[in-house]
């Protein structure tokens, strides 16, 4: 990739703010590579903190898109799939719109490694700040190809039309194939940002884009083309990768989440004679030649090494009185909403019916099905290589250098299909990679690190607990005068590698350290959608990590966004308390709501979801049938460029507690919906997750640490309770834009559910998860 | 050395008998269907048949294998070739009708899990050519364990063992 032919003729064309040169024919080993500049020097590169050593140069087209003389096409994008198969569906859908090509001429799709890649970020916002990257390179590249065939066919670029990569005008007619034969053409696109940041490179500047009623690839069902080889056994794994001469490690992780390393504990060297224990500070790791003999070996060393004690912890069971008594809110100031608006307190204390309650969430966890697992390779001159599944591989470069002090460009993080994280490691780590690095590092050998259950429970990041305090006043005729809300919650980014802050060694800081990249101050995460509400105010407050700052090891309950971040917290709440007002109003939760919003797709996706969940205004109270009772409830959310309206039916035991979720009704409206069988998967995905965490999910923990430790302390849904689940889309392609899609699902699911359950019971549920001895306690209440 | 029949064929392993058969699976036969998710047999990920029986092999030992014959999710469409007597040309180009219909059905997310269910799958048709809803939910949420999947692909689930199984079925009357 790196041949240059420097007596070919060179052209600037300008174009959409970058600048297009071309050169003549190259050839690279005897094989054509790419039709589009193989230049290395340009302009744009030369001290640019763009380009980081290894990395491929965003500015180069062909760092994102080879069109090749057969008429191939290889796209690249640093950002990892999840699962979702984004980067194989909806990337690959829009590149081929963008080019005007089939989308089986995308024959190729690499991403997620960083030395394969140009931009950066990572597997979230996959629509949002991701998408335009690729939409726009596909652009960039499609003008570059027509003002090749214009000057190639000699008719003007205005006259010229493309059709399934054909490009046509005066009778005249070429392929791409055939137009990027010989010919060489660099085209620098214009790129901002930094490459190892949370949020990578943007590409800038505005190349024409494809019209949207022009769309033919868009908007179709292209199944994910990963799914075959995951079904076949076909797929390299995360968990597959095998070097030469690699060993498998397993970790002894301290005994309390504040526990400094005493002594380690002793090995049988006579049943393990090629095992070592490595520790470094207050890590410790067993580095064994076979899987089985680590374990074995690492359970040994566990038992009988010696932690100090440490109690810094609430304990779950006073969490919530700790986060309304203790915790400290008061040191970053509040964040006030933009939609917050009028005299909240007059129109309060105008109001002849008033709600005032509190809510709260419990820690969830992302819960991967398979625990974190990385292998690192630490070789003698110096260079990483780190094997994992993280949905953010360049900032885990940026992190991995830091740890070791060395430069990102001598390390490379390559990234293999893993268990979802569902956002724990869009910062970077999901746990073991910096462990993996730090035990290659020490016994000069590639070493796999693989987390055992407990590990990843115990020793991962948690999605925040949260509180939040309502009041809302109502007039007469049942109308909102007035929503005030306070929402509290720790601060939900703690990205650091722990397995570096055991060691000792540099890490980034944490949110409530200097330097952060967050902080610790919250941020209203729930736009308003009740617009007709004439004085709201929403307030955010945030708070240090819980423990941290009595660990003597700096790690508390360490907190981390998770599906639809910070949103969920506060989503649950607002909706759970609109329903309530509603029956305080006496007006129907549904109706309710769409009398008080007034944008006309938030009020689509409501009369969407009332007609197809056959939605019917309750006349009388619920009647007890078999011992259960029946209720309906009702959630909705704006999030990303997406509206979202849920419904759920839920039946509820009134002797035993246990709810049951009979049926959920989703309505999306994300503007161009651009996969409609792909994205109804992934919105049945996030609701049966949405219903997980409202029915069974809570992260238990003491005041040493967290005592969840497998699947049996942290239960989730099971096939048995699904329901029926129905997804409507609502395709609004005049919107000209593409929402994010599938994460809101699950933070509707448990608001519609604690709305179902106010309407079966009477008895607002202002905590989750409704497990029988709590739905038990609200039905004696 | 202990010798192991696995997919149709008899393998030799160095492992030490007390090993699980996961991580002989896995390190020494690269049969990587299986997956380590949890080493406690409470999620499915790591199943794989015996002598046609779902079991977790994160918590079987090499020594409780014996003469019983092992399926991965690598052997399906052998096992399927076998049970319809298609010839080897037929064979190589033949998915288990589970399989087809876990692509036709777009079922997997992360996928992490869906060998588990693609195995749980495969031993309830060949019991229950047609199943119901009902008796799938209590097939993949009963046993030592329920098989877990936390992207909520158990809708996706659902529909690919009912068109698996009337694939199967159709095909067994045609035979």
């Known amino acids: ?781 | 050395m202990v010798t192991i029949l696995v997919n149709g064929e008899k393998r030799g392993v160095q492992a030490s008998v007390d090993t699980p058969l996961l991580y002989v699976l896995r390190n020494e036969l690269q049969l990587t269907g299986p997956q380590f998710g949890c080493g406690l047999a409470q999620c499915g990920a790591c199943s794989v048949l015996l002598n046609g029986k779902e079991v977790r092999s994160c918590i079987t030992p090499l020594s409780a294998v014996g003469t019983k014959e092992i399926t991965t999710l690598e052997g399906l469409p052998a096992r399927w070739a076998k049970q319809r007597g298609l010839s080897k040309e037929q064979a190589a180009n033949t998915l288990h009708p589970v399989q087809e219909a876990w692509i036709a059905e777009q079922t997997p997310q992360c996928g992490f899990c869906q060998n588990g269910m693609m195995i749980k799958a495969t031993e309830l048709l060949e019991q229950t050519p047609s199943p119901t809803v009902a008796e799938i939910k209590n097939a993949f949420s009963s046993g030592v364990s329920p098989h877990l999947c936390r992207c909520g692909t158990y809708l996706a689930i659902i529909q690919a063992v009912q068109r698996a199984g009337a694939r199967m079925t159709k095909r067994s009357e045609i035979l």
């Open chain 1, 1 to 781: 990739m790196t041949s240059v032919d420097k007596e070919g003729p060179e052209q600037v064309i300008g174009l959409s703010g970058a600048a297009l040169s071309r050169r003549g024919f190259v050839k690279s080993g005897g094989t054509l590579l790419v039709g589009f500049g193989l230049l290395k020097a340009n302009p744009m590169q030369e001290g640019s903190p763009a380009v980081h050593g290894n990395s491929l140069d965003a500015a180069l087209p062909q760092s994102w898109i080879e069109i090749h003389p057969d008429n191939t096409i290889l796209m690249r994008v640093g950002k990892p799939d999840f699962g979702t198969g984004t980067v194989f569906t909806a990337y690959r859908q829009i590149v081929a719109e963008e080019l005007s090509v089939p989308f089986e001429a995308i024959t190729s799709v690499i991403s997620g490694d960083t030395d394969r890649t140009p931009d950066g970020s990572g597997a979230f916002d996959f629509l949002g700040r991701g998408m335009p990257n690729v939409r726009k390179a596909a652009a960039y590249v499609h003008q570059a190809l027509l003002d090749l065939a214009a000057e190639r066919l000699g008719v003007p670029k205005d006259q010229l039309t493309v059709n399934e990569g054909i490009v046509s005008g005066g009778g005249k007619r070429i392929s791409y194939g055939d137009l990027v034969k010989n010919q060489n053409l660099t085209l620098t696109i214009p790129v901002e940002g930094e490459l190892t940041s949370m949020f990578g490179l943007s590409v800038a500047g505005n190349p024409p884009l494809k019209p949207v009623n022009q769309y033919t690839v868009v908007g179709k069902s292209f199944p994910n083309s990963v799914t075959v080889s995951k079904v076949r056994a076909k797929e390299t794994w995360v968990t597959d990768v095998r070097l030469p001469g690699m060993l498998h490690a397993r970790m002894v992780h301290p005994k309390t989440l504040g526990s400094k390393l005493v002594s380690v504990g002793p090995l049988d060297k006579s049943k393990f004679p090629n095992t070592r224990v490595i520790v470094k500070n207050n890590l410790v790791g067993v580095v064994a030649p076979t899987e089985w003999e680590a374990i074995k070996a690492a359970q040994q060393v566990a038992a009988g090494t010696k932690w100090s004690d440490w109690k810094g912890l609430p304990g779950s069971d006073r969490l919530i009185q700790f986060l309304k008594e203790d915790a400290d809110w008061k040191s970053v100031p509040p964040k006030t909403s933009e939609k917050s608006t009028g005299d909240v307190s007059a129109a309060l204390s105008n109001s002849p019916k008033k709600l005032t309650a509190s809510y709260a969430l419990p820690f969830f966890k992302h819960a991967p099905l398979g625990p974190a697992v990385a292998v690192g390779d630490v070789r003698a001159d110096g260079t990483v290589f780190v094997y994992t599944h993280t949905q953010n591989p360049q900032a885990l470069r940026s992190g991995i250098a830091r740890m070791l002090s060395t430069s990102v460009s001598k390390v490379v993080v390559r990234t293999f299909a893993g268990p979802g994280h569902y956002g724990r490691s869009n910062g970077g780590n999901a746990g073991a990679e910096d462990e993996s690095v730090i035990l290659s590092q020490a016994v000069g050998k590639p070493v796999r690190v693989q987390w055992m259950r407990h590990d990843d429970f115990q020793w991962s990041t948690q999605s925040s607990a949260a509180l939040a305090d309502v009041q809302i006043g109502l007039d007469a005729n049942g109308k909102m005068m007035a929503f005030e809300i306070n929402h509290y919650m720790p601060a939900m980014q703690d990205d650091r590698l722990v397995g570096a802050v055991l060691a000792g060694l540099p890490t980034i800081p944490a949110p409530d350290d200097k330097g952060s990249l967050f902080g610790i101050a919250n941020d209203a995460h729930d736009p308003w959608i009740y617009e007709g509400t004439p004085a709201v105010l929403e307030r955010a407050y945030g708070t240090a990590e819980i423990g941290k700052k009595s660990s003597p090891i700096a790690v508390g309950l360490r907190d981390h966004s998770m599906r639809t971040p910070g949103q969920y917290q506060q989503n649950y709440p607002r909706e759970l308390a609109i329903t309530e007002a509603a029956l305080l109003a006496r007006v129907d939760p549904l109706e309710f709501r769409i009398r008080h919003a007034r944008d006309q797709r938030a009020i689509g996706v409501l009369e969407a979801v009332r007609k197809s969940s056959e939605w019917q205004p309750r006349k009388e109270a619920p009647k007890l049938e078999d011992g259960v009772k029946r209720g309906q409830g009702v959630s909705a959310m704006f999030r990303a460029g997406s509206y979202w309206a849920c419904v759920a039916n839920i039946a509820v035991n009134m002797t035993s507690g246990v709810v049951k979720v009979e049926k959920i009704t989703v309505a999306v409206d994300p503007g161009i919906v651009i996969n409609p069988d792909q994205l109804k998967r992934q919105v049945e995905g996030g609701t049966v997750m949405g219903m997980s965490m409202a029915l069974f999910e809570e992260v238990r923990f003491d005041q040493s640490g967290v005592t969840t430790s497998d699947w049996r302390n942290y239960p989730i849904a099971t096939m048995a309770d699904v329901p029926d689940i129905k997804v409507v889309l609502i395709n609004s392609p005049e919107v000209g834009k593409y929402g994010q899609g599938s994460e809101a699902a699950n933070a509707l699911a448990s608001s519609a559910i604690a709305g179902a359950f106010l309407d079966a019971t009477g008895k607002p549920a202002r905590r989750i998860p409704l497990r029988p001895d709590y739905v038990q306690s609200l039905l004696k209440a």
